[in-house]
């Protein structure tokens, strides 16, 4: 597998990627992400929720009822095309691929990998309607009904958007508009013609299809688990290994910390989430400020944050944390978040406001965010990177599979999509793994090219210590040498910093790996 090979490699393999259930908004923003910054092909596969879409040249008095009364979010996409449905029950497919064919023939590429995909799987009679792209079931026939709806777009040699294939949907959902801008003809469905068919079985079809249309032939897979996985691990008394202990110290620098902490009553997320680099951290000066609050929305599995009722938020909170960066002299100030699902923007609000008090107090610190993905809602993390935070980071925290066990209320492909978004609105982003959950070394490359690919400059991967038995249990101990293998890997596939040792955490060494990917409008403010 040439997972760590550059974006571009000649030879690459179809990365294909099959991500579950997905808001178009998140899979746009992704699709787009690859579309711009790579060359390698991807075919990203999922379901949407209830969503109706609109390409360039679709009208809207296509629409049955009123967009108010069609019971999902109606939105308007860059891709050829008229009004259609997509939603569960369906499967999605984008193809994002360099390609020397024009725009007609990369369709009927498309066509043909889904004609010759329901084909293996035993449903006849698919064919071409002449004007009208897709695939259609008998299409010369007295009734024809449209299976798949096609829709592209291809810019600069590189394509977008693709194909929907009606798996098992509930078809009532087209009667609310003409479906493709065609009155005349009906919508079926795989299980409508009377197939038995699970989505696995075709989405696993259809990457064999397509293996070889848009790959070497060789296929780079991670799925997005089918079902909610509990990988075995080891007991809570485990004993450590001895590159996982810490040395206590509670020296002066510690003191000096914790002190400034009380009293600007403010919390770190070095405290709640029992960081093993508090000591090293503290006795230099520097900590990790956590606004909001200090009780999370969200309960991921490897996360000893507090998840009771959350309070209001505090105001005063900024200029507090602003007079702490201050007081310690901090070049390289780090604020994350507790998840705050109970607020109209996810907290984006008190993030911008921090990065702006920091910037009032401390014009010459560098201020790093490591921000919740605020439900992927365009509005509040713009409002984050409006605030033009020198690095921002989220983390994917782990594998695809491993998703839906680790962290049930985020996902891979949102995950993605808000790195992606911060990538194109021009800021340093970086994001970060956790090693010890189940996962095998291949499903961390394949995350890793993901998150190199979307545009991530600054990766961190360290390993998972369970903080007590109530949370995931430890699968394995990944060995220093296994992180530098990884961290090899990481920096063959064009990251500008890679932090990879057991006992690496998301701000570990921060201002060091900030300055590894630092444009140089940071350098010339902050003087670094």
């Given at each position: 597998?040439?997972?760590?090979?550059?974006?571009?490699?000649?030879?690459?393999?179809?990365?294909?990627?099959?991500?579950?259930?997905?808001?178009?908004t998140?899979?746009?923003?992704?699709?787009?992400?690859?579309?711009?910054g790579?060359?390698?092909?991807?075919?990203?596969?999922?379901?949407?929720?209830?969503?109706?879409?609109?390409?360039?040249?679709?009208?809207?008095?296509?629409?049955?009822?009123?967009?108010?009364?069609?019971?999902?979010?109606?939105?308007?996409?860059?891709?050829?095309?008229?009004?259609?449905?997509?939603?569960?029950?369906?499967?999605?497919?984008?193809?994002?691929?360099?390609?020397?064919?024009?725009?007609?023939?990369?369709?009927?590429?498309?066509?043909?990998?889904?004609?010759?995909?329901?084909?293996?799987?035993?449903?006849?009679?698919l064919?071409?309607?002449?004007?009208?792209?897709?695939?259609?079931?008998?299409?010369?026939?007295?009734?024809?009904?449209?299976?798949?709806?096609?829709?592209?777009?291809?810019?600069?040699?590189?394509?977008?958007?693709?194909?929907?294939?009606?798996?098992?949907?509930?078809?009532?959902?087209?009667?609310?508009?003409?479906?493709?801008?065609?009155?005349?003809?009906?919508?079926?469905s795989?299980?409508?013609?009377?197939?038995?068919?699970?989505?696995?079985?075709?989405?696993?079809?259809?990457i064999?299809?397509?293996?070889?249309?848009?790959g070497?032939?060789?296929?780079?897979?991670?799925?997005?688990?089918?079902?909610?996985?509990?990988?075995?691990?080891?007991?809570?008394?485990?004993?450590?290994?001895?590159?996982?202990?810490?040395k206590?110290?509670?020296?002066?620098?510690?003191?000096?910390?914790?002190?400034?902490?009380?009293?600007r009553?403010?919390?770190?997320?070095?405290?709640?989430?029992?960081?093993?680099?508090?000591?090293?951290?503290?006795?230099?000066?520097?900590?990790?400020?956590?606004?909001?609050?200090?009780?999370?929305?969200?309960?991921?599995?490897?996360?000893?944050?507090?998840?009771?009722?959350p309070?209001?938020?505090d105001?005063?909170?900024?200029?507090?944390?602003?007079?702490?960066?201050?007081?310690?002299?901090?070049?390289?100030?780090?604020?994350?978040?507790?998840?705050?699902?109970d607020l109209?923007?996810?907290?984006?609000?008190?993030?911008?406001?921090?990065?702006?008090?920091?910037?009032?107090?401390?014009?010459?610190?560098?201020?790093?965010?490591?921000?919740?993905?605020?439900?992927?809602?365009?509005?509040?993390?713009?409002?984050?990177?409006?605030a033009?935070?020198?690095?921002?980071?989220?983390?994917?925290?782990?594998?695809?599979?491993?998703?839906?066990?680790?962290?049930?209320?985020?996902?891979?492909?949102?995950?993605?999509?808000?790195?992606?978004?911060?990538?194109?609105?021009?800021?340093?982003?970086?994001?970060?793994?956790?090693?010890?959950?189940?996962?095998?070394?291949?499903?961390?490359?394949?995350?890793?090219?993901?998150?190199?690919?979307?545009?991530?400059?600054?990766?961190?991967?360290?390993?998972?210590?369970?903080?007590?038995?109530?949370?995931?249990?430890?699968?394995?101990?990944?060995?220093?040498a296994?992180?530098?293998?990884?961290?090899?890997?990481?920096?063959?596939?064009?990251?500008?910093?890679?932090?990879?040792?057991?006992?690496?955490?998301?701000?570990?060494?921060?201002?060091?790996?900030?300055?590894?990917?630092?444009?140089?409008?940071?350098?010339?403010?902050?003087?670094?």
């Amino acid at each position: 597998m040439s997972l760590a090979a550059p974006a571009g490699a000649a030879g690459a393999p179809l990365r294909a990627r099959w991500l579950g259930r997905a808001r178009f908004t998140d899979a746009h923003a992704l699709q787009r992400a690859l579309f711009t910054g790579t060359t390698d092909s991807y075919l990203l596969l999922l379901e949407h929720h209830p969503v109706y879409t609109v390409g360039l040249r679709g009208p809207l008095d296509h629409l049955r009822v009123p967009a108010g009364d069609l019971g999902a979010d109606l939105v308007a996409t860059d891709r050829g095309g008229d009004v259609t449905w997509h939603g569960p029950g369906q499967l999605v497919g984008y193809p994002i691929v360099s390609t020397t064919a024009s725009p007609k023939d990369h369709v009927r590429a498309v066509e043909q990998l889904v004609i010759d995909v329901c084909a293996s799987l035993g449903l006849p009679g698919l064919g071409r309607a002449e004007g009208a792209p897709g695939v259609w079931v008998d299409p010369a026939g007295a009734r024809p009904r449209k299976i798949c709806a096609i829709g592209t777009r291809r810019s600069r040699g590189r394509t977008m958007h693709g194909f929907a294939l009606n798996v098992d949907p509930d078809l009532s959902w087209f009667d609310r508009i003409v479906p493709c801008g065609i009155a005349d003809r009906g919508v079926t469905s795989l299980a409508a013609e009377g197939m038995t068919v699970d989505m696995r079985t075709v989405v696993d079809a259809v990457i064999e299809a397509a293996a070889g249309r848009w790959g070497d032939g060789t296929v780079d897979r991670a799925d997005v688990s089918w079902e909610r996985e509990t990988p075995a691990g080891m007991p809570v008394a485990t004993r450590k290994p001895e590159w996982l202990r810490v040395k206590v110290d509670l020296g002066t620098g510690y003191r000096d910390v914790k002190r400034t902490m009380r009293s600007r009553q403010l919390v770190t997320v070095c405290e709640e989430a029992g960081c093993p680099n508090i000591y090293e951290c503290w006795r230099d000066g520097t900590a990790t400020f956590m606004i909001n609050g200090e009780q999370c929305t969200r309960a991921c599995g490897f996360c000893q944050v507090d998840t009771s009722k959350p309070m209001p938020a505090d105001p005063a909170e900024p200029e507090r944390l602003a007079d702490a960066v201050a007081e310690m002299g901090l070049a390289h100030a780090v604020i994350t978040a507790v998840a705050r699902d109970d607020l109209p923007d996810g907290g984006a609000g008190g993030f911008a406001e921090s990065i702006r008090a920091v910037r009032r107090r401390n014009p010459a610190t560098a201020v790093e965010v490591l921000v919740p993905d605020c439900k992927g809602d365009p509005g509040a993390l713009a409002t984050i990177f409006d605030a033009r935070p020198d690095v921002l980071n989220h983390n994917l925290e782990t594998v695809a599979r491993l998703q839906r066990h680790v962290r049930p209320s985020a996902s891979y492909a949102r995950s993605l999509s808000v790195l992606a978004r911060a990538a194109a609105a021009g800021l340093v982003t970086k994001s970060g793994l956790i090693l010890g959950l189940g996962e095998s070394e291949d499903e961390v490359l394949a995350a890793m090219v993901d998150l190199q690919r979307v545009g991530v400059s600054i990766l961190t991967l360290g390993q998972y210590l369970r903080p007590s038995a109530a949370h995931l249990p430890v699968a394995r101990w990944w060995a220093p040498a296994e992180f530098d293998r990884l961290a090899a890997a990481g920096r063959a596939m064009g990251f500008a910093h890679v932090e990879a040792s057991p006992l690496t955490r998301s701000s570990y060494h921060a201002r060091q790996a900030a300055s590894a990917a630092t444009p140089v409008e940071l350098v010339t403010r902050t003087g670094r």
